[in-house]
Nanobody, 128 residues
Framework: QLQLVESGGGLVQPGGSLRLSCAAS????????IGWYRQAPGKEREVVSC????????NYAASVKGRFTISRDNAKNTVYLQMSSLKPEDTAVYYC?????????????????????WGQGTQVTVSS
């Protein structure tokens, strides 16, 4: 069973930065596409970004493009989400998810129901 644990969330002022980590255990992440999602109070869970198993393909929601960067270190079995120029509307619980897709992956991120494993989430609050 693949387990995912998010970390790195917290309280940050508008314009600040945070780096989230998604650490996996149980299986190697080499063959898994990883997605980051977020859910604000009273809203649907939405996709933020995703990265292919090789790291060669990435995709971002329009609302975060240019501010967030997704990356992965398969040797450390960890995926990262570097968030910069944070805005109050980025406040949410951030989740990582893993779906089995070895090799390249093009196009938009998979649907939420196509992921096999989810983490428990980490809270990000952007406020002055």
């Amino acid at each position: 069973q693949l387990q995912l644990v998010e970390s790195g969330g917290g309280l940050v002022q508008p314009g600040g930065s945070l780096r989230l980590s998604c650490a996996a255990s149980g299986y190697k992440l080499d063959n898994y596409l990883i997605g980051w999602y977020r859910q604000a109070p009273g809203k649907e869970r939405e996709v933020v970004s995703c990265i292919s198993s090789t790291g060669g393909n990435t995709n971002y929601a329009a609302s975060v493009k240019g501010r967030f960067t997704i990356s992965r270190d398969n040797a450390k079995n960890t995926v990262y989400l570097q968030m910069s120029s944070l805005k109050p509307e980025d406040t949410a619980v951030y989740y990582c998810a893993a779906g089995y897709w070895p090799g390249p992956y093009g196009g938009s991120c998979p649907r939420r129901d196509e992921y096999d494993y989810w983490g428990q989430g980490t809270q990000v609050t952007v406020s002055s």
